[in-house]
Structure formats: structure tokens, C-alpha cells
């Protein structure tokens, strides 16, 4: 199902935290390109990614190697590996069956490079295109000014007060963002069923009976919590 680029900056827009835009927006990104694996990835994060994965992985994040990755440090443009290498050649570098197609756009802050929104598609898809580019330019621009916006912000309330575990703020998030369990299932890479039964323990925990009603709960929770930070502050 495609999503609509209009519906996509509305939603960036409407972002609370980095959270939000790392997961359940990446998701819809994701459909609107049809693409396989998407990803918003912060520089910031690579000391921790690099902890997790060896010898290829930094290799694909090596500019000297990857000549996407180049191009998007050098030019801070949407970039996708036809416009820089022959298909022969980038099977040589990223030989993953479902990276047969990349497309990657820059993230900026303060006329510098913070990160990208990375695209793939596996060899039975067709490859990224210009209009593909064009749309993944546009989205970079809203998703780099909504971070810029959002590190500027005080800290939302977290659910954690609420004997909420991380996992269970998460969902609760995502449902606020309108997400169906299925696609909340597809952003934490957990089953609906596991989505479902985390939702029956925050209705018990929150005691309420309904999702209206527990986002409800959630929106009266962060006010509250934004009036007292203003208040001690005085």
C-alpha cells in the first residue's frame, strides 16, 4: 500500500521524538517506496551500531568503499547506486540480496551531515528512479527540520511512572501515531498477537477499556507533566 508524500510530512510534522520518526514513520516511508528495509540512521548511533556488527557492515559504512555513502557525505543529496557505480560493480560491494537496489538521503543540521534515511529493495523489484529521488529529497527536508525542532524540545513525560516497561511506552506511542497492530507488529519486529496481549496488560495497568481512551491518558499525562516542569522552573 503506497502512502502519500502529503500524508508523510503531515506525520513527520506531527512527530513528538526521535522515536517516533525512527519507527512508526520509517514504516509508512518504507511503503511509499516500496521498499524492503527502511531506516533513519543518526551518526550519533554508529559507535553502537559498529559494537553490534563487524567486518562487512563497516566496510558497507566505509565512504572509501561505498560510493553511495560517498556521494551522500559529499554532496548532502538523495542518491541512489545507479547514478554512481554500474550494477556489476555494486553487486561486487554489497553482494545482499536484499540491498540489489539502494537509495539513500541526507539528514542535516547546521550545514552539517547528521545521518540519512537509507532505502532498499531486493533483486525481484524494479530500481529506485528519479521521481524516487525527487520524493526522497522532499522527505529529507521535512524529517531534518522536524529533528532540528525536536532537540529543542523539553522531554515529553515518559510512561515509565506508569509502571509501563519500554516496550509498552513504545506501543503506546505508536498507537497515538495511529497505527494498526499489524504495522506496530511490523515497526518493533514482533507478531500481532504480541502487540495484541502487551495492549490487554497497559489497559489493566492504565485501567482503562479502550485505545481512545488510553492515548487519552497518555496526552493527559504529558500535559500534566509540562506544567509542572514550567512551574519548578519559575
Known amino acids: 500500500m503506497e502512502i502519500s508524500l502529503q500524508n508523510l510530512f503531515q506525520a513527520i510534522a506531527n512527530a513528538r521524538n526521535e522515536e517516533e520518526l525512527q519507527h512508526g514513520i520509517m514504516t509508512r516511508v518504507g511503503q511509499h517506496f516500496v521498499a524492503q528495509r527502511s531506516r533513519l540512521f543518526l551518526f550519533s548511533q554508529f559507535p553502537l551500531i559498529e559494537a553490534q556488527f563487524q ?18 557525505i559529499e554532496r548532502h543529496a538523495p542518491v541512489y547506486e545507479g547514478l554512481v557505480v554500474s550494477p556489476r560493480a555494486w553487486r561486487l560491494i554489497c553482494p545482499r540480496p536484499d540491498h540489489w537496489h539502494v537509495m539513500a538521503g541526507p539528514i542535516v543540521s547546521d550545514g552539517r551531515l547528521i ?17 524516487n529521488l525527487a520524493d526522497l529529497s522532499a522527505l529529507c527536508l521535512h524529517m531534518s527540520t522536524r529533528l532540528a525542532t525536536i532537540s529543542t524540545q523539553p522531554p515529553a513525560l515518559s510512561l515509565s ?26 515497526a518493533l519486529w514482533i507478531t500481532e498477537n504480541s502487540v495484541k496481549q502487551a495492549l490487554k496488560r497497559i489497559f489493566r495497568k492504565l485501567k482503562v477499556s479502550s485505545r481512545a481512551e488510553m492515548v487519552a491518558r497518555l496526552s493527559l499525562s504529558s500535559t500534566s507533566a509540562l506544567g509542572a516542569s514550567s512551574f519548578s522552573s519559575r
Open 161 to 186: 511512572t506508569e509502571c509501563l516497561t519500554p516496550r509498552e511506552v513504545q506501543i503506546v506511542e505508536l498507537v497515538a501515531q495511529g497505527l494498526t497492530n499489524a504495522e506496530i507488529g511490523v
Open 115 to 131: 545521518g540519512g534515511i537509507g532505502l532498499t529493495r531486493d533483486r525481484n523489484h524494479s530500481a529506485f528512479d528519479d521521481q
Open 55 to 72: 567486518g562487512a557492515f563497516k566496510q558497507a559504512l566505509s565512504p572509501e568503499h561505498n560510493p553511495v555513502l560517498r556521494y551522500l
